[in-house]
C-alpha cells in the first residue's frame, strides 16, 4: 500500500490483500457503498447516461491523480460537526464521492476515445520497461520522446492516458520503490541510497519518500526492522 494515494475495491469476488508492515502507522479515510445505493443516486443524478460503476471504481485501483477526492476525503477526516447535523453532512459527501468517481470516469472515457493505437501502446510499454531499467539515470522527456518514437507532446498525452500518471510521476514511483526496498533489505546510508536510485539531493530523496511512504528513510527502516 502506498501513501496518499486513492485506492478503490470492488467487493463480492475475492478478498482484499495488502502487505502492511508492522509498526508502520497508517491513516486512513474510507466509504463503502451498497450495490442498491449507488445504483440509484447514479440513475436519479445521470439520468441517460447513467451507466454501471464497476468500471469507474475499477479505473480508480490506486491513483494519486484524484485531487478532487483527496479534498473531500480530507474534509471528511476534519469534521467535527454536532451528532444532529452529522448524518446529513455525511450523506452529502458520500453521495458527492459517488458524483465524482462516476465523472472522472467519464471523462476517462472520453479521452481514450482520442484512443492509443496498438503500436503506440507496444512503444508505452517498451518505454515503461526501459524506465524501470534505467531509473536512476538523468531521465528526460526529450530522450524519452526519442526512445519511444513519438514527439513530446504525443507521449506526455498518450502516456499519461495509458500509465495513468505524468512521466515525471512514473519515474518517481520506480525510483522511491527501489528506495524502499534498499532501505529494508541493506544497511546503505540514506545518502547513498538516495544516489543508488538517481537523487544528487539526499533531502530532497527524504522529502519525496516521505510523501509516497507515510515515514521519512530511517524511520522507515528502524519501523521495518522492528518488524
Known amino acids: 500500500m502506498n501513501c496518499n494515494v486513492i485506492k478503490s475495491f470492488l467487493g463480492g469476488y475475492e478478498p482484499y490483500r495488502a502487505l502492511i508492515h508492522r509498526n508502520i502507522p497508517i491513516r486512513s479515510i474510507g466509504i463503502e457503498y451498497r450495490p442498491d445505493f449507488f445504483h440509484q443516486v447514479l440513475k436519479d443524478n445521470f439520468g441517460s447516461i447513467y451507466d454501471d460503476p464497476r468500471s469507474a471504481f475499477k479505473s480508480i485501483d490506486e491513483t494519486a491523480d484524484f485531487p478532487e477526492m483527496k479534498k473531500l ?25 459517488l458524483a465524482l468517481v462516476f465523472e472522472r470516469h467519464r471523462k476517462i472515457n472520453e479521452k481514450t476515445k482520442t484512443s492509443i493505437s496498438p503500436a503506440d501502446e507496444e512503444l508505452l510499454k517498451s518505454l515503461g520497461l526501459y524506465i524501470n ?48 526496498h534498499l532501505l529494508a533489505y541493506t544497511d546503505l546510508p540514506v545518502s547513498e541510497v538516495a544516489a543508488a536510485v538517481g537523487y544528487t539531493s539526499s533531502g530532497h530523496f527524504a522529502e519525496l519518500f516521505s510523501s509516497s511512504k507515510g515515514l521519512l528513510p530511517l524511520a522507515y527502516r528502524k519501523a521495518f526492522l522492528r518488524s
Open 73 to 97: 476525503l480530507w474534509e471528511i477526516w476534519r469534521y467535527d460537526g454536532a451528532r444532529s447535523s452529522a448524518a446529513l453532512y455525511y450523506d452529502g459527501k458520500v453521495r458527492e464521492a
Open 133 to 180: 531499467d534505467h531509473y536512476a539515470d538523468h531521465l528526460t522527456t526529450a530522450s524519452l520522446s526519442k526512445i519511444a518514437c513519438m514527439g513530446t507532446t504525443k507521449l506526455k498525452s498518450t502516456f499519461k492516458a495509458y500509465y495513468g500518471m505524468t512521466i515525471a510521476d512514473y519515474v518517481q514511483k520506480v525510483r522511491i520503490d527501489h528506495a524502499e
